[in-house]
């Protein structure tokens, strides 16, 4: 074999592994993730428009998964778009080290280190034992999403109202992860709390 076809059989192989599909913009539903400007975005809304005259087109919003920044693009309908290798898994979180966190497939027990700057300002959801989505790209996490409720235990917050009831009245709590909400002022240290973590807000008291 010469030269020239090494280097044209080592090339194929190359661009073979590094492509990725490519699908027509006006196939690609929500919830799709994609590449644009070398970037992992998923699909958030996709419109079609056919103009009286003119060609058809997509208007994209579409939300980067590193940084959660929202855009609006606009693609002819017939633009190829490449998709990106991206795959959500769910893992037990486990402990912190450093600035490393460690989570684990509950299947297999496998466990996945993340690094704080990818976890950013969900450390304060991060609980032990607790299942959270973990956001791969090129078998790299990117992102972590908590689920959307938690129950955590007060550790700080002021007396409570003898007597109060309403919820409508409410104080600073610090929660046992290290978040601090809003609470009715009826809710005293010790307590177990349910949280929407998407609000970052207080649902209800949980009795057990």
Known sequence: MSNYQKYNKIYFIINFKNSMPSYLINNLRIGAKILFENKPYVIESNDFTKP??????????????????????????????NTA????????????????????????????????KIIGDNYQWLKNQVEYIITLWNNVPISITPPNFLELKIIKTDPSIKGETSTATTKNAILSTGASIKVPSFIEIGETVKIDTRSKS?????IK
């Not at 009286?52 to 017939?78: C, D, H, M, P």
């Not at 207080?202 to 949980?206: K, L, M, T």
Request: net charge neutral.
């Open 202 to 206: 207080y649902v209800s008291r949980v």
């Open 85 to 116: 290798d991206i795959f959500d898994c769910t893992l037990i979180y486990l402990y912190q080290e450093g600035e490393l966190y460690y989570f684990m497939n509950n299947n297999n027990f496998d466990q996945l280190s993340v690094e704080q």
């Open 52 to 81: 009286g005259k003119g060609q058809a087109f997509n208007k994209v919003k579409i939300r980067q998964l590193i940084n959660g920044k929202l855009i609006e693009k606009t693609f002819r309908s017939t633009e190829l778009i």
